[in-house]
């Protein structure tokens, strides 16, 4: 069966944090649904991209998916302690499956209650509530992915197609898009 992730898409999103690792999870032949936090159609990013949406929160809050994405961005404060995000971030932890935070996203954990003795990585400004973080670009802590920003995006998506396909996989991509860096 095909790997499935939803990508949660919140007005304000950082567009390289969406759609770099977006692009990536499609190349592995993974599905990738967008589903807009507000249940509009189109959504607007922090520099005026809009993507639209394949359904709304609502529409998927219920099913399961092999991972939980949210990309970061100024609008992660505007959606911060979002019921149906946090309860969507505990039922997939405790099915055993992926969350994959960037930037400012792991503030969701946070709200979650799922902070607790996690290694994370997160952009500069969200430090501050978030306690100790590691500074490399990419950090797995059980089934949580997280990143820093913009900039660790490739990386982050990289290795969430390693972590739902497999390293050659993640390899092959790697090479494709002329990734100057090692994966591993």
Do not use: Y
Not at 39 to 61: F, H, I, P, T, Y
């Amino acid at each position: 069966m095909k790997n499935r992730v939803v990508c949660l898409l919140h007005p304000g999103f950082e567009e390289i944090e969406a759609v770099t690792p977006i692009d990536l999870l499609s190349r592995a032949g993974i599905e990738v649904v967008l589903a807009s936090v507000d249940d509009s159609k189109m959504v607007q990013g922090r520099s005026g991209l809009e993507l639209a949406s394949n359904c709304g929160l609502s529409d998927v809050a219920s099913q399961s998916f092999d991972a939980v994405f949210l990309p970061g961005g100024p609008g992660i404060q505007k959606i911060r302690k979002h019921d149906v995000i946090c309860d969507l971030f505990r039922r997939h932890h405790q099915e055993g499956k992926w969350l994959a935070c960037i930037c400012a996203a792991p503030l969701l954990l946070l709200d979650a209650g799922l902070r607790d003795g996690l290694s994370l990585a997160c952009h500069p400004s969200a430090e501050p509530e978030l306690g100790p973080v590691e500074t490399t670009p990419v950090v797995v802590s059980g089934q949580i992915l997280t990143s820093r920003g913009a900039g660790t995006a490739t990386e982050f998506g990289l290795e969430l197609v390693r972590r739902l396909a497999d390293d050659a996989t993640a390899e092959s991509i790697a090479a494709s898009i002329c990734w100057p860096h090692p994966t591993r």
